[in-house]
């Protein structure tokens, strides 16, 4: 196929993912106009934040421990299990977001860090994470559903930096606010009308036909990478994989040396204008090797000068390729059945209610 014309996208996006997708800057400008911090009184101040959360609830906590990496007034870090780390304290905000309101390792979470005597703040669509979070008298930001919960991550992400923001750990409102106007112009380029000639996010899924991409991205492009592959895990339904530059140089840069079949692979750069020059080299080496030694490589430039806007743009061309590549390989982008009877294995346990009392 030369093209993803739209009635074909119709007929194999049953739910319509490409255009929750594709409405990700509308998205993200509603949560925006939605969030009402006043309720948000911290009690002292925060040294230090653990965000807990799995899978897509998890994904903006990524984006937010880079930003509190180069701006914030508090570490960040992202914990994707059921224990919090020792450390957390009186001293810390731990913020639990899941989009169902039902994952079982953020409630238990969530119940410890109550326990220790941390703050604690809660964002959800509402159900066990909202009574738990009324029980304990905590903060909760209910959000808007109806959503997938990976699709979310516009609505999941503006309300946790808005979160921080009411806590005094970042300032968001105003670099997500200056990110819209790129993100709505990126929205004409990569639309389901808009034809592969000026569609870049058509044109790279066309090229990840019968490939296993590996995505990387530096510094604050880290989470859009793993992002990137996590959507191409979840809507594309194939295995992709993610990587750091210039960590990769120091391991994974052997594995492109030495293997003897690299057009399996394709590797996508995930750049922006005001790299470190150094990793600039190293992202000129690398692709180099990986040309030359038979590998694939697609380059994908973020928009925008502001590194928050950087993080947003290439996470939506990354969106959008995953959605397409999804159509191209005549699967709807929306089911992930194997996730469902996983929960519904677990469920047969009955640790959430238990965690949820």
């Known amino acids: ?64 421990a880079a930003w509190a990496a180069l701006e914030g007034t508090a570490p960040v870090e992202v914990v994707r299990t059921y224990a919090l780390p020792a450390y957390v304290d009186a001293d810390t905000l731990v913020l639990a977001i899941s989009y169902s309101g039902n994952t079982e390792e953020t409630l238990a979470a969530f119940a410890e860090a109550h326990r220790r005597g941390a703050m604690v703040a809660a964002i959800a669509t509402g159900n066990k994470l909202e009574a738990l979070a009324k029980k304990h008298g905590a903060p909760f930001v209910r959000i808007e559903g109806g959503h997938q919960p990976r699709a979310a991550l516009p609505i999941l992400l503006a309300t946790s930096a808005l979160v921080l923001e009411a806590y005094g750990v970042i300032k968001a409102r105003a670099a997500l606010t200056e990110a819209l106007p790129d993100l709505r112009a990126l929205a004409a380029d990569l639309a389901p009308e808009a034809g592969t000639a000026r569609n870049e996010a058509k044109r790279i899924a066309l090229a990840l036909q019968d490939s296993v991409p590996i995505v990387y991205g530096a510094d604050e492009l880290v989470p859009a990478a793993r992002r990137f592959a996590n959507e191409l895990n979840e809507n594309s339904k194939i295995l992709g994989f993610w990587g750091a530059m210039p960590e990769m140089n120091h391991n994974e840069l052997v594995g492109w040396a030495g293997d003897d079949d690299l057009d399996r692979f394709t590797a996508i750069f995930l750049r922006r204008e005001q790299e470190h020059p150094q990793i600039k080299e190293r992202y000129d080496f690398t692709g180099h090797l990986i040309q030359e030694r038979g590998g694939r490589l697609v380059q994908i430039q973020a928009k925008g000068k502001g590194f928050v806007t950087a993080m947003l743009t290439a996470t939506y061309v990354g969106d959008m390729v995953s959605g397409y590549l999804a159509v191209l390989r005549g699967k709807d982008p929306s089911p992930v059945e194997i996730i469902t009877r996983l929960k519904n294995k677990l469920g047969e346990t009955g640790f959430v209610d238990t965690v949820a009392k």
């Open 1 to 64: 196929m030369l093209d993803l014309p739209e009635d074909k996208i119709r007929a194999v996006d049953a739910s319509n993912m490409l255009g929750t997708i594709h409405g990700s800057p509308e998205m993200l400008e509603r949560a925006l106009a939605a969030f009402d911090g006043k309720a948000i009184r911290p009690a002292r101040k925060v040294r230090r934040v653990v965000i807990v959360g799995m899978g897509g609830s998890a994904m903006g906590g990524d984006y937010l």
